[in-house]
């Protein structure tokens, strides 16, 4: 078994407990939280893992959440899923996994954007990892769903399935109202924010700082040169006042979606394309792609002979399908440490770690929950 901790129990370390807990070579031996409120509580508690049959309890796993960062690497757990947020202190989010991977563990983060795409990180961020590596002889590997499999994997595996290949375009088409980070949505991405706000996502090369790595994963899997790396941002502004369900309201006017694309250019045309078009209510820019159903979707689009279109919506227990795209980010990055300690110490990226089969956990949800209720 595989001893593994995970850091931070938000949105994406929640499901992390989940993930490791379900790994049948797996072993989740300690978790690591920021909020004095949650040292103590069981992981099965932060995890959200339901309640015990027989007894009606909170499931619990026998591990107590603590902030005692030093304690929890002294005991040099083998893997470590870092959970925390990186978004808005990627500083201190570097200085946590450079101090992870010194001591010799298996770190996999969806983190920091920049590393996703490791060859042309900046050095100030690549330079600590490399060198906690040659000292403690870990590892890293950085990776999502958008930016992440959604764009390098996927898109790579399915253009595999055609004889020719013209444009390869990977889409994000999302609700925003059902992400579970409202200052980010508001704030961030400036929904409901005036039509002169400058959001902070979609200032002139941040776009391209967050997805363009992943433009350049594709180019390099299909061993094509890219001229450059262009933006296009197209924002509208709502018809009406709308209310949503968990955001409360948004303005008549203000900003209501978004559409913007980071464009790889080879020979002059765009040919490889990350796109997201992000609303905060259907009735906003209805013109623009629509997923199938439901509040969002990732689709990858490869145009050429034969057309091929492949659409993935993943939605967790209640529905959601923000929260089940953040499961499939967590399964992709759980799912990769058994190789990753196979491989040895190094700095990996997406091209290096392939997606690995569910092996040993078919069936396994349902003997589950012959003891545990959702």
Known sequence: MVTACVWGTGNVGRLAIRAVEAHPRLELTSVLVHDPGK??????????????????SIHRLGVAATDDIDAVLATRPQAIVYAASGDIRPDEALADIVRAVGTGAVVVTPALYALYDQRNAPPEMREPVLAAIAEGGGSLFVSGVDPGWGNDVLPLLVSGLGSTVDVVRCQEIFDYSTYDQPDSVRYLVGMGQPMDYDAPMLMETVPTMVWGGQVRLIARGLEVELDEIRETVERLPLDETVTTASMGDFEKGTQGAVRFEVQGIVAGEPLIVVEHVTRIHPSCAPHWPTPPDGDGAHRVIIEGDPRIEVTVE?????????????ATA????????????????????????????????????KAAQEGVTA
Do not use: H
């Open 39 to 56: 040292v103590g509580r069981d992981a099965g508690e932060l995890g959200e893992l339901g309640r015990d049959i027989s007894t009606s």
């Open 314 to 326: 993943a939605t967790d227990k209640a529905g959601n399908r923000a929260a089940g795209g953040n």
């Open 330 to 365: 967590v399964g992709r990055l759980v799912g990769a440490i058994e190789w990753l300690i196979d491989a040895g110490p190094g700095l990996y990226d997406a091209l290096d770690v392939p997606l690995r089969p569910a092996t040993g956990r078919l069936g396994a949800a």
